[in-house]
């Protein structure tokens, strides 16, 4: 099992940035992906980022604005929004894969003015 913590959510004017952070426990695969999905109200959930030890992968919507870091030796996942729209308020989920996906229990993030 792997339990997910997110922190970091809350209120920001659009053109604002907001940082999203994630500490993941438990039983930790030695190679797993972690990232972000985010689900917006009467949307689906989608994927805004995600990193693996290979690759790093962002939906359209957020490339160039957003960026996915991890520190493997603490288990976290970080998620820096820069540049937010109106359009990027959800409730943002950070995601652990090692072939099992667990989910932390989200965090709201709203852009406003």
């Known amino acids: 099992q792997v339990q997910l913590v997110e922190s970091g959510g809350g209120l920001v004017q659009p053109g604002g940035s907001l940082r999203l952070s994630c500490a993941a426990s438990?039983?930790?695969?030695?190679?797993?992906?972690m990232g972000w999905y985010r689900q917006a109200p009467g949307k689906q959930r989608e994927l805004v980022g995600g990193?693996?030890?290979?690759?790093?992968n962002y939906a359209d919507s957020v490339k160039g604005r957003f960026t996915v870091s991890r520190d493997n030796a603490k288990n976290t996942v970080a998620l820096q929004m820069n540049s937010l729209k109106p359009e990027d308020t959800a409730v943002y989920y950070c995601?652990?894969?090692?072939?099992?996906?667990?989910w932390g229990k989200g965090t709201l993030v709203t852009v406003s003015s």
């Open positions: 990193k693996s030890a290979y690759s790093t």
């Open positions: 438990g039983s930790i695969s030695s190679i797993h992906s």
């Open positions: 995601f652990y894969s090692d072939g099992i996906f667990y």
